[in-house]
């Protein structure tokens, strides 16, 4: 069995219960704080194609539908159990002309083969950096699969050095229960690719270093 297929299989794992029970997105909602700001900065052109990394349940995608609905939308995530429950909530929301999924490991995929589409105008990684083994390959897969002027926005957990030691150490043992690593070096790796790809990037710290904001802007 290869590493994608063993990581596939965590991840069913991890969320086939959190999933049956709707415990997924009833929880979340708690600490995934940078989510909502990242699709509000999202404003992809009329017309534009958008793909969410990591798409989970469908929650952000169903959101972003709705704010930009100019736009067509698709979603990749390496757990079936998380793309049912994903085409479940996009049927309800009425938006299957508009939001396309596919089962796909982001480290290795087609955009062209799955969706027919050669390149993004918007692509957005909210808290799936954290989980991804090869998660610097993903990203720079990402920026070079944007258009030119296109951007990668990315939302996921920060170093929380500005939160009390004791706060930063439980919520790192919580993740670390739920196969979660903040990446530190995330700004550093966003310039890095922002440069090789003559971009530009943008950061944000929030809630005290809780929650980070990346977006690279393709030249």
């Not at 991840?11 to 704080?33: C, E, N, P, S, V």
């Not at 957005?124 to 090869?134: D, E, L, T």
Request: glycine residues 10%; contains cysteine.
């Amino acid at each position: 069995m290869n590493t994608v297929s063993d990581h596939a299989l965590l991840m069913d794992r991890i969320y086939r219960w959190q999933r049956r029970f709707g415990i997924y997105d009833a929880t979340r909602k708690y600490y995934l704080l940078g989510r909502d700001p990242l699709l509000s900065g999202l404003a992809p052109p009329p017309g534009g194609c958008v793909l969410e990394i990591g798409c989970g349940t469908g929650r952000n995608l169903v959101k972003a539908a709705r704010l930009y609905p100019q736009a067509r939308f698709n979603g990749i995530d390496i757990s079936q159990e998380m793309l049912t429950a994903a085409q479940a909530a996009i049927e309800t929301a009425g938006l299957q002309d508009r939001v396309r999924l596919a089962r796909a490991d982001a480290a290795n995929f087609d955009p062209q083969s799955l969706f027919g589409q050669n390149e993004y105008d918007r692509i957005f990684i909210s808290y799936a950096v954290s989980m991804i083994p090869q998660w610097q390959r993903v990203m720079e897969a990402a920026v070079a699969g944007l258009s030119p002027g296109g951007e990668l926005h990315i939302a996921d957990f920060g170093d929380m050095q500005r939160l009390p030691r004791w706060f930063k150490s439980a919520v790192d043992t919580w993740l670390g229960w739920h196969h979660v690593t903040p990446r530190a070096e995330l700004f550093e790796v966003s310039s890095e690719l922002a440069a090789t790809h003559g971009g530009t990037v943008g950061v944000q710290c929030l809630h005290r270093g809780f929650s980070w904001l990346v977006t690279i802007r393709k030249a």
